[in-house]
């Protein structure tokens, strides 16, 4: 399964521009179109997707909420960014991991190396 979770658009600059609906169903299209052109490469690799799913919401609550409502085996997220890049962007992989309450998180790097989320990441 491929997950693909956009948050709200709240700033009122885009929202002059389009209503709640547009943004929304804007939101929707192009998350259908990233899940579809991300699942050719697993697909040509011999892992089947067979769902694609978009959720709106909180990315870190969406990602669990999902992983046990599908009774999901794992989450698979690549490693979490270095601690100096955490300064400039929202850490969703290591919040999941401290979160995931029944469901394992593994993360994969860069070569495609998968292994179980370590506390030392936290």
């Known amino acids: ?11 009122p600059e885009a929202l002059r521009v389009r209503t709640h609906v547009e943004t929304a169903r804007f939101q929707a299209e192009c998350g259908a179109q990233i899940l579809h052109d991300a699942a050719q490469p697993l697909t040509a690799a011999g892992v ?4 694609k799913i978009y959720r709106k919401g909180d990315i870190v609550e969406q990602i669990g909420d999902v992983a046990e409502q599908l009774d999901c085996d794992e989450i698979v997220l690549p490693l979490p960014h270095g601690r100096i ?38």
């Open 1 to 11: 399964m491929l997950l693909l979770v956009s948050e709200p658009v709240t700033a």
């Open 48 to 51: 089947p997707c067979q769902e």
């Open 85 to 122: 890049a955490m300064l400039l962007s929202r850490d969703v992989v290591r919040q999941v991991i401290r979160r995931a309450k029944g469901v394992p998180v593994v993360t994969i790097d860069a070569e495609r190396v998968a292994e179980k989320a370590q506390g030392s990441w936290l």
